[in-house]
């Protein structure tokens, strides 16, 4: 919540309670309040707009003005029963906050970010039926600077794309509840140049779960970015739930199911390919400094080392870029199935699986069976660790949705009681860790890093003696 809606809040409920409890003690100064809460809701309203969660408080705050009824009447009763009722609403509604807290990434570095939206003139778009659309790539990148000033001249990017033009359900999250997400504070500065650096930065490329707008990955990607990454955070055009193409066409989900499939397990094998793509694409941007920003500086940033970093169905795209691209040196998957021939695969760089609590996630064999082989088989190095008590949305902000209250309830419905904000610092760590050997040659114990958090276990993985060299 910003501020101004606390404040808004704090100050209609105190004059329901005057209304209720003591309505004829002090009048004059009840009316001055009133008059006080009025231009005040009349700021809130002209600043941030109108939002849903709002409007139990302009109910109650019009309801304060009215005149005390007679005390002992029906309708008195009747009048304090409601006041309470649409009290407890005002607080209510707001287990959804209008504008929702993201922690500030606790890293070293303050962080810039820019938006880039590529098109792939090789390749045809795979979701449209127009011959002439091409394939886009939507990436948001991430990176330490040492301006820690916002710029006066540079507008804030907003939080997810689309905002006024948003599909009527965003991952199943009705859209008007998110009216007001452009407010939410990222903790970056737009534009901002790269910090200076004795060596190239370190590039990640991390990819969402399927469906998942790369704005609920924020919280996360700014832990990492905050320990001295650079990181591209991607959408997948028509299969993210919304993203902004480079002509400003906002576009949602569309999956595309041939004649014949009984699943969608055929449509994901193919949209595992397109991925794929996707980040070879931008690993391919990395090399043209005509494709990056002037701040950002390409020169600074090692494009041919990178790491591929993904959540749920991105967690497989990292996998088979890994396999597929000898400028990908690594890759961690959190909590991903890995689909088609992918298990089968041998690794030569170093994979990581990160994973949330089986007895909360309930992993599908699938996941267990194809990440059980991928590790196990991997010519390079392979690490499991497992973070009790996280479910499978820990990793993104969709937690961060709810207020603390509701986060709770959440929690003691699907699991999760770890919280996002804890998760996510244990995993930007022990990824930090798993990275910094493969993509800068220094050392790390990995192994330390995530004993440091209780409840994270696991380790390296030994290899399998029926592996098929």
């Known amino acids: 919540m910003l501020i101004l809606d606390v404040i808004l809040l704090a100050v209609v409920l105190a004059l329901a309670a005057w209304r209720m409890l003591a309505p004829a003690w002090q009048s004059r100064l009840r009316i001055a309040v009133i008059g006080f809460a009025l231009l005040l809701a009349a700021a809130q309203w002209t600043l941030y707009g ?59 570095y303050a962080l810039g970010t820019q938006i880039f939206r590529w098109t792939d003139a090789s390749r045809d778009e795979p979701h449209t039926e127009d011959t002439t659309d091409h394939r886009s790539v939507i990436a948001q990148v991430w990176y330490p600077t040492d301006s820690r000033e916002p710029s006066g001249d540079v507008a804030r990017l907003a939080y997810i794309d689309g905002i006024g033009s948003l599909p009527s359900t965003v991952s199943v999250m009705p859209s008007f509840l998110m009216r007001r997400y452009d407010q939410i504070d990222t903790h ?97 941007q990395l090399a043209h400094p005509e494709a990056l920003s002037p701040s950002l500086q390409s020169e600074r940033i090692d494009g041919l080392r990178v790491a591929v970093i993904g959540h749920s169905f991105g967690g497989a795209a990292a996998i088979s870029a890994l396999s597929e691209d000898p400028r990908v040196v690594a890759a961690a998957n959190i909590d991903g199935t890995p689909y088609g021939d992918l298990p089968d695969r041998q690794l030569a760089g170093p994979l990581l699986l990160v994973q949330s609590d089986y007895a909360e996630t309930r992993h599908s064999d699938l996941f267990l069976n194809g990440n059980g082989n991928l590790l196990g088989c991997a010519t390079a190095e392979s690490f499991r660790f497992e973070i009790t008590r996280a479910n499978h949305y820990s990793f993104t902000d969709a937690p961060f949705f709810f207020a603390p209250p509701g986060r709770w309830l959440l929690a003691q419905v699907i699991g999760g009681e770890r919280g996002p904000a804890e998760t996510q610092k244990a995993t930007a760590d022990i990824l930090t860790a798993f990275l910094i050997g493969p993509l800068t040659g220094a050392a790390s114990d990995l192994a330390a890093m995530a004993a440091s958090y209780p409840g994270v276990v696991g380790g390296a993985v030994e290899r399998k003696t029926d592996c098929q060299d």
């Not at 009048?79 to 609403?89: E, K, L, N, S, V």
């Not at 955070?233 to 739930?241: C, M, Q, T």
């Open 50 to 108: 109108y939002t849903w969660q709002n409007l139990p408080a302009y109910l109650l705050l019009a309801l304060s003005a009215l005149p005390p009824m007679r005390t002992g009447s029906a309708l008195h009763w009747i009048g304090r029963i409601g006041f309470a009722g649409i009290a407890a609403m005002c607080v209510g509604v707001w287990i959804l906050p209008a504008v929702p807290t993201l922690p500030q990434p606790d890293g070293r």
């Open 188 to 284: 970056a500065e737009p534009m901002a140049p790269l910090a200076p650096s004795n060596q190239s930065w370190p590039v990640v490329i991390f990819s969402p779960g399927y469906g998942a707008p790369r704005a609920v990955y924020t919280g996360l990607v700014t832990q990492l970015a905050s320990r001295g990454f650079v990181v591209f955070l991607l959408d997948h055009p028509f299969e993210s739930a919304v993203t902004a193409l480079p002509d400003g066409q906002v576009v949602g989900t569309q999956e595309i199911v041939l004649p014949g499939e009984q699943d969608l397990i055929p449509y994901m094998v193919r949209e595992q390919t397109v991925r794929t793509a996707d980040v070879r694409f931008v690993i391919d």
